[in-house]
């Protein structure tokens, strides 16, 4: 219970660091809670998709507030999960397939696990942009029209806290 208390204070803390350094709206050029959700599927395994699931809740409530769109709180609801669940199942499904390949390696371990890393770290994060753009579209909370614009700085911000930073939270 401490462990899932603790990821979800974190996951908030860096999602509002992130708002800090946004590139356009729900785009940030550096998203570290990318980062620490891939960890924590590499660690915790589906333990982690509730709390993880329900950080994109409450930071989709906080975007509204922070913008002040005044979206009702079904659709609020209906976009978190929906980002939730892309943000989620993309990153568990990159950790789950990290930890598989390298669970298989046999010889030169350390070389092919770090180009693993780097493979389906920069796939998973490309994934998670393209979902969650369309996640966010789907669901009302931006146009169509814009997840052209914001889908290339969101897996920026998305792969550059992967790559850099799951390591750190690994350790």
């Not at 208390?5 to 992130?18: D, F, P, Q």
């Not at 800090?20 to 785009?27: D, F, K, S, V």
């Not at 609020?76 to 892309?86: C, D, K, M």
């Not at 030169?108 to 490309?126: H, N, R, W, Y």
Request: charged content about 10%; proline content about 4%.
């Amino acid at each position: 219970m401490l462990r899932s208390i603790l990821l979800l204070l974190c996951w908030l803390l860096l999602w509002r660091l992130a708002v800090l350094m946004e590139y356009a709206p729900h785009a940030s050029i550096w998203f570290p809670p990318a980062g620490l959700s891939f960890a924590a599927f590499l660690v915790m395994g589906l333990r982690a998709m509730p709390v993880l699931l329900l950080c994109s809740i409450i930071a989709t409530f906080w975007v509204d507030n922070m913008y002040q769109s005044e979206q009702d709180w079904l659709q609020l609801a209906n976009s978190g999960i929906l980002f939730g669940a892309a943000h989620c199942f993309t990153y568990w499904l990159g950790a789950s397939l990290l930890r598989s390949m390298v669970k298989s390696l046999v010889a030169d371990v350390l070389p092919k696990a770090i180009l693993s890393f780097l493979v389906i770290g920069s796939v998973t994060a490309l994934t998670a942009a393209l979902l969650g753009t369309q996640a966010l579209a789907i669901s009302g909370m931006i146009q169509s029209s814009e997840v052209a614009d914001i889908w290339l700085p969101w897996w920026i911000g998305d792969l550059a806290a992967t790559i850099v930073l799951t390591p750190l939270f690994l350790g």
